[in-house]
């Protein structure tokens, strides 16, 4: 998808489809009125006939209208004006989108970001309209032996009553670079683990690499065997897949900068090993690698706006499949950080293979650590599909994750981290067992994490409700690329 920003009247503005504003009430949107004027008010009769009533995220097309350079007019419902805050805003732009790509139209002229949108500036509307239009168009049909017609969208003209700014210039073209890393998060995420293996994974990071100039190094089993990896390692065990630990290295400021390192999990495939998973929808766990999705279309879309701030992902890759070389339930493995670990549940492989990958990210003397992962199954019951769960070792880090999600409409909910739930990973044979049992079972994971976090700033996401859906609409969501993006945007500009 194209986008563009530029000041023009959506009389004169050619374009297949002209989008409009219309107020529940039957308020016009200040463009809307401009065309109701050339039109002979033939808006304002539609709507006196009460064929468009204005209710938010309803949709009227026209036609061939005289004296309009447009194909087309789509009038959009805004709901009540006093009532059009950044849901309704982006529920509206959900519908417009949808309705334009029933149509046959390539392209299309917005009007929509002079609208007034509680608590949100030009920019936000601007990041939305691109994101959400990017979304409209995303298909995976790849792997039918008959894909189905490409969308015919392909350009979307953002028109403003005003000349935009560079910052409207700037955020557009930061929002396709979001757009880009989120269609590359989803890409992997669809991806099945006959497909999507380590490997594969190494690979992709390789073609990134390759293209964006960044620096990438890719860990074989013997390397981390050396490196003292064995939590990580016995995870892998029972698959016939080789684990790889990949990092990539974005440098987009002064060397002396330390950088943030994005820790992604990246299970290609849970089936739960030993620990066997139940059979219904166990095929969802080949989005397990998704918080290593992410971190990769975090660094696709950073790199295309050559942000300014260094930014390392580190991302342990493996299977967990059962085999009779498989780790056991039972069994003390020994980290990378020295701390012993018995595996009561092969199922909670996450935190086993994030351990490790934590430890190692000291390497880079962080200035902070996030790590993404699609965790725990209470993190889903705890917060659903809306929020990611949100945990840190300190509170700042967890306000600016946080504010950053809210911002993105890709949200996450600070979670606590208190060290009462700590005891309950007590083990009578080693260090910690890896399981904290049914109750808080998302903090307890995070709180097996932060046992290797103590040297740095860090937080982790817990995304196993926000990264995919499930049912008729299956699919990777490409969360949390836009929170991690912005979150990154806001540090480069606070360092400036
Ligand atoms: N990848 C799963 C978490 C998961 C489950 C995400 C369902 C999304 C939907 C993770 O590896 C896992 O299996 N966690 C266990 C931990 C438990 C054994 C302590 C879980 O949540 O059941
Ligand atoms: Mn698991
Ligand atoms: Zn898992």
Sequence with gaps: MEFSIKQSSPDNQRSACLVLGVFE???????????????????????????????????????????????????????????????????????????????????????????????????????????????????????????????????????????????????????????????????????????????????????????????????????MEKLGMHSLLAVTRGSRQPAKLITLEYRGADKKQKPVVLVGKGLTFDSGGISLKPGAEMDEMKYDMCGAASVLGTMLAIAEMSLKLNVVAVIPSSENMPDGAACRPGDIVKSMAGLTIEILNTDAEGRLILCDALTYAARFEPDTVVDIATLTGACVIALGGVASGLFSNQDQLARELADAGDYSNDKAWHM?????????????????????????????????????????????????????????????????????????????????
């Design 25 to 223: 009430g039957g308020q016009l949107s200040p463009a809307a009125h401009i065309l109701d004027q050339v039109v002979n008010h033939q808006l304002s009769d539609l709507i006196a006939r009460g064929d468009m009533t204005g209710k938010a995220g309803s949709t009227v097309m026209l036609h061939t209208l005289s004296g309009v350079a447009a194909e087309r007019v789509l009038l959009v419902g805004m709901g009540k004006p006093e009532e059009l805050n950044a849901k309704q805003f982006i529920d509206v732009l959900r519908a417009t989108f949808a309705a334009l790509q029933k149509t046959n139209c390539k392209d299309a002229a917005l009007y929509l970001t002079d609208l007034d949108v509680q608590d949100r500036d030009e920019s936000w509307k601007i990041n939305q309209i691109a994101l959400l239009a990017a979304e409209s168009a995303y298909r995976c049909d790849g792997l039918k032996s008959k894909p189905a017609d490409k969308p015919s969208l392909r350009k979307i003209l953002l028109g403003c009553a005003k000349k935009p700014g560079n910052t409207a210039q700037t955020t557009l073209h930061q929002a396709s670079a979001i757009a880009h890393g989120m269609k590359l998060a989803k890409d992997l995420g669809n991806l099945p683990g006959n497909i999507c293996t380590p490997t594969y994974l190494a690979e992709q990071a390789e073609k990134l690499a390759e293209a964006h100039k960044l620096k990438v190094t890719i860990l074989e089993e013997k390397d």
């Design 416 to 496: 606590p981290l208190w060290d009462e739930y700590q005891q309950q990973l007590d083990s009578n044979f080693a260090d910690m067992q890896n399981i904290g049992g049914r109750p808080a079972g998302s903090i307890t994971a995070a709180c097996f994490l932060s046992r290797f976090t103590k040297d740095y700033r860090w937080a982790h996401l817990d995304i196993a409700g926000t990264a995919w859906k499930s049912g008729k609409e299956k699919g990777s969501t490409g969360r949390p690329v836009p929170l991690l993006t912005q979150y990154l945007i806001n540090r480069a500009q606070s360092a400036t």
